[in-house]
Every structure is written in structure tokens, then in C-alpha cells.
């Protein structure tokens, strides 16, 4: 099993959609997860930390659900400019471990 | 803040030859990484430095590849001979603690031919 698993999607969704990815990992010692976007030929950037009780950033929430080993990615009213990669983070040990990415594309 | 600073942006070299890139973290940044990336293989954690001491290389491939870290602004990662499996973006990224979010250079496409 991999440390950090992803669905790769892609996922099609028009825009004013809510979608919502998961991220599961391996490692029950895991204490630090984060989401990360990344556009075509550019680096990862954070978008956001996940914390234990679940946080909110805008249009984006990001929970944690330790009992299944998993994190989640809700976006809410989708917008043609969050088509990109999204990559959930997960400290294994004392580093970080990425999944593969699930690709957004939303549509007009 | 500049960010995280790599060098080249993009390399084109033939197997065989030498390749260094070269890295400059965010300033007060204590950790550093490089990762290297591919379509089949997504993000791989090469080595990562503490206070510019390598603290784990076992994700580096084969002994081909080396790091070093002379500073705390100025780090490299060499591939030599470089092979053709070798072509990936590699990217250099820094952070405050180990588990803080990491910020990430824009990479160098490295293509060996």
C-alpha cells in the first residue's frame, strides 16, 4: 500500500459546482497533513493546512478523519481558475510525503 | 521574500554528462528539500537538509546522485553520469520546521538525452 494514496480523477464539473476529493494515508503516526495546487508546469503551492477539527478558507474545507486514515478537500461554487492538480500532504516520519495528484477541470 | 530560488529552469544535456542544480531556500528556512517529479512516479523526496546537515538521502536513487548543502542560502544536487530515466522536474523546497507547510521553487525540467 502507498503512504499517501489519491484518486487521480480527472474530475469534470461545471462551474457553481461542489466537489470534494479524499486522500487517505498510511501511516496512523501521521500528526501534519496539508493540500497543495498545482497548475500545468508550475511548482506545488500550499493552499492550505488540515486541522484536526476541520477548517474553512473561503470556498475551501479541509477535514480530517483519523479513525478511516483520511483527508478531504470540499470546494464549494467552483470557479473555471481552481482547474489545476491537487496534492494532499502527509508527515511520515520526519518528512513529507505526497500523493499523486487528483486533477480538477471546471467547465463553463 | 524572493521565495525559493532554482537554477536553471530548464536543462538539456546528453547522457553522460554532468548536471548540477542549484537551490536558494527562503532566508530562516531550517529545512530543506529536494524532490523530483514525474508523471508515472509523482512527487518523490530525494534528501532533505536540517541546518544544512543532510539528514535523510534514501530516496536518492543511486550513488549518481549527490547533495550538498554548504550554507543555509546555497544548496545543490548533482547527477552524475546523467542517464535519460533521469529527465523529471526537480524542485528544491524550504521550510521553518519539518511539519510546517513547505514553500516550493518553480523547478528545473531537466531533459538528458
Known amino acids: 500500500r502507498k503512504e499517501v494514496e489519491q484518486d487521480p480523477g480527472p474530475f469534470n464539473v461545471p462551474e457553481g459546482a461542489t466537489v470534494a476529493f479524499n486522500c487517505t494515508y498510511s501511516?496512523?503516526?501521521?500528526?501534519?497533513f496539508f493540500w497543495y495546487r498545482q497548475d500545468c508546469r508550475k511548482e506545488p503551492k500550499l493552499l492550505m493546512s488540515?486541522?484536526?477539527s476541520g477548517n474553512e478558507d473561503g470556498r475551501f474545507t479541509a477535514q480530517l478523519n483519523r479513525a478511516s486514515q483520511y483527508i478531504s478537500l470540499l470546494i464549494r461554487d467552483s470557479k473555471l481558475s481552481d482547474s489545476a492538480t491537487y496534492l494532499c500532504?502527509?508527515?511520515?516520519?520526519?518528512?513529507?510525503?505526497f500523493g499523486a495528484g487528483t486533477r480538477l477541470t471546471v467547465k463553463p | 521574500d524572493a521565495g525559493v530560488i532554482q537554477s536553471p529552469r530548464h536543462e538539456v544535456t546528453e547522457m553522460g554528462q554532468e548536471v548540477t542544480l542549484r537551490c536558494k531556500p527562503i532566508?530562516?528556512?531550517?529545512?530543506l528539500f529536494w524532490y523530483r517529479q514525474t508523471m508515472m512516479r509523482g512527487l518523490e523526496l530525494l534528501i532533505y537538509?536540517?541546518?544544512?546537515?543532510?539528514?535523510?538521502d534514501s530516496g536518492m536513487p543511486e550513488d549518481r546522485f549527490s547533495a550538498k548543502m554548504p550554507n543555509a542560502s546555497f544548496s545543490t544536487l548533482k547527477i552524475q553520469p546523467s542517464e535519460p530515466r533521469d529527465s523529471a522536474v526537480y524542485f528544491c523546497?524550504?521550510?521553518?520546521?519539518?511539519?510546517?507547510?513547505?514553500?516550493f521553487g518553480s523547478g528545473t525540467r531537466l531533459t538528458v538525452v
Open positions: 501511516n496512523s503516526a501521521s500528526q501534519s
Open positions: 523546497a524550504s521550510s521553518r520546521t519539518q511539519n510546517y507547510g513547505y514553500t
Open positions: 500532504a502527509v508527515n511520515v516520519g520526519n518528512d513529507m510525503r
Open positions: 532566508s530562516g528556512h531550517d529545512y
Open positions: 537538509f536540517n541546518n544544512n546537515v543532510p539528514i535523510d
Open positions: 488540515v486541522y484536526s
